[in-house]
């Protein structure tokens, strides 16, 4: 099976995932009601709610060329945002792939080497970078959710423990344990392999290099002239995430009584579903997000969750698709003048 068939099914997998999970979410969803109280919605606030999305994305783009400009210090602003703005549209329809389509823009758009002819930021260099964004995205997450749940247990732990930490070490059997250990210990293995073979075979040299500027990218922020910059921006971008959902509150009545730290449940609890392999989320987030709001605050499943759940994703969807038509459009203009 060829690499393009195994990429389709791949894509028609999780789509149909999606499909499944979007009907489990609405299956008992009454139609007239549900536009009832789609109707009832404060629009503006869900405007500011999409805006506060888009900046959240504009200062991922303003952290990311901190973190590309050592490794190419003619690295400008309008890429870095273009290519995380193209990466979500991306991410729309194949899951992941965003994270290659973004770095592309970015190595289309570096400086050539005056010795080599090739650019600074070399694709592999690049993708270095994005793994190290998405790592401190994974961790920024676990630090939230232990901040929530030192001062918040009582009102969210027993969920979070029950439907979200509980299933992950149920479903940990010796068996994943033993896959998972030699999958581990395969890759070591394979890192010691290249590094003492590569002055000795051509191709593990080859293969060394491409490691070797992998490990350069994921290194870069510690080579930052503003490293204190890199955390503000962090702290921003998920301050920005969880204004989205506080303006939420403020856009659909039955849920204008919540607070902050109950926007910030809402906002961890729908990162989950940002992180499975479903083109934008689209089912994960309707399902996982109103069986949360129905667990923690019993209000209508049916109706005033699914409405929250869907007008906090299809807003931010609305958002992602507008801004990533429009930095598509504005990078195939800057080819073109090139």
Request: aromatic share 14%; hydrophobic share 55%.
């Amino acid at each position: 099976m060829n690499a393009k068939i195994k990429k389709i099914l791949k894509t028609l997998a999780s789509v149909a995932i999606a499909a499944v999970l979007v009907l489990i979410a609405f299956r008992k969803v009454d139609s007239g009601e549900f536009f009832s109280q789609i109707k009832q919605c404060k629009w503006v606030w869900v405007v500011f709610s999409m805006l506060s999305g888009a900046a959240a994305f504009a200062v991922r783009g303003l952290r990311w060329r901190d973190i590309l400009r050592p490794i190419d210090p003619s690295t400008k602003l309008s890429p870095a945002v273009n290519a995380i703005y193209i990466s979500n549209l991306a991410n729309m329809v194949i899951p992941y792939s965003g994270e290659f389509f973004r770095c592309g823009v970015i190595t289309a758009h570096s400086a050539k080497d005056p010795e080599t002819g090739k650019p600074l930021a070399t694709y592999d260099r690049v993708i270095g970078t994005a793994v190290l964004e998405r790592g401190w995205d994974l961790l920024s997450i676990f630090i939230l959710t232990a901040l929530l749940l030192a001062f918040k247990w009582e009102q969210f732990g027993s969920f979070m423990s029950e439907k979200l930490f509980m299933p992950f070490v149920q479903g940990l059997t010796p068996l994943k344990g033993i896959i998972a250990g030699s999958a581990v210990l395969l890759f070591i293995l394979f890192f010691v392999l290249v590094f003492r073979m590569k002055d000795r075979a051509p191709v593990f040299g080859k293969v060394y290099g491409v490691l070797d500027r992998i490990w350069q990218g994921f290194v870069s922020c510690f080579m930052m002239d503003r490293k204190l910059l890199f955390f503000v921006y962090t702290m921003l971008i998920w301050g920005l995430y969880w204004l989205q959902i506080v303006l939420l509150f403020h856009a659909f009545s039955p849920m204008e009584g919540l607070g902050l730290a109950d926007a910030l449940f809402i906002m961890l609890v729908g990162s989950v579903a940002s992180v499975l392999p479903i083109p934008g989320g689209f089912g994960a987030y309707h399902y996982i997000v109103s069986t949360a709001i129905f667990a923690i605050y019993g209000l209508p499943q049916e109706s005033v969750c699914i409405v929250f759940a869907t007008l906090a994703h299809e807003s931010q969807a609305l958002m992602m698709l507008l801004a990533g038509i429009i930095a598509y459009a504005a990078e195939s203009l800057s080819r073109r003048s090139k």
